[in-house]
T-cell receptor
């Protein structure tokens, strides 16, 4: 079946512009996560959605970052007034509804490579 | 200090070698320990997970956990060029969400 898809695969933007990154989770998965992968930093958690609950935004680095999840499916991560330090790979993951760590395994998309000039 | 430390490498080994990849962690609340493999320009995929201290085998891969030392390892036997990837250790945070705390990843290259 189809995995997690993300678009665009690459994005080049100028400093100060806004960008939107899209994630299509695996059908039926109720949990959705955004992570950021930077050189030397590894993957860092950004935000988590679970069903209709309020999202966990504890990993967002600044108020320039926001995310939405419409209809419990597709999610959009928005970065306003981009800065050069925002350059990274933004990864989305989804998992089934489960409180279990293993039954709630996260499946990752290929990521969006963002370059801010 | 990061909660999870991992040597970034790169690590280059000949085909057939035994590879040892390691992580240390500082948060004693971590209970599950995962290894993800990430090929170039792809998302990470779960390779193995362990819960308790000790060893867990899956084919050519062995995951080892020493909770007393807060040290985890992944061993790859008879390494193949197809094992060339970045290996990331990850630990889910307790509480809601299973948010993962990752190491920085070790880049492995297995050469013919």
């Amino acid at each position: 079946g189809a995995g997690v898809s993300q678009s665009p695969s690459n994005k080049v933007t100028e400093k100060g512009k806004d960008v939107e990154l899209r994630c299509d989770p695996i059908s039926g998965h109720t949990a959705l996560y955004w992570y950021r992968q930077s050189l030397g930093q590894g993957l860092e958690f950004l935000i988590y959605f679970q069903g209709n609950s309020a999202p966990d935004k504890s990993g967002l680095p600044s108020d320039r970052f926001s995310a939405e999840r419409t209809g419990g499916s597709v999610s959009t991560l928005t970065i306003q007034r981009t800065q050069q330090e925002d350059s990274a790979v933004y990864l989305c993951a989804s998992s089934p509804l489960s409180r279990g760590v293993i039954s709630g395994t996260q499946y990752f998309g290929p990521g969006t490579r963002l370059l801010v000039l | 200090q990061k909660e999870v430390e991992q040597d970034p490498g790169p690590l280059s080994v000949p085909e057939g070698a035994i590879v040892s990849l390691n992580c240390t962690y500082s948060n004693s609340a971590f209970q599950y320990f995962m290894w993800y493999r990430q090929y170039s320009r792809k998302g990470p995929e779960l390779l193995m997970y362990t819960y308790s201290s000790g060893n867990k085998e899956d084919g050519r891969f062995t995951a080892q956990v020493d909770k007393s030392s807060k040290y985890i390892s992944l061993f790859i036997r008879d390494s193949q060029p197809s094992d060339s990837a970045t290996y990331l250790c990850a630990m889910p945070q307790r509480g809601g969400g299973n948010k993962l705390t990752f190491g920085t990843g070790t880049q492995l290259k297995v050469e013919l």
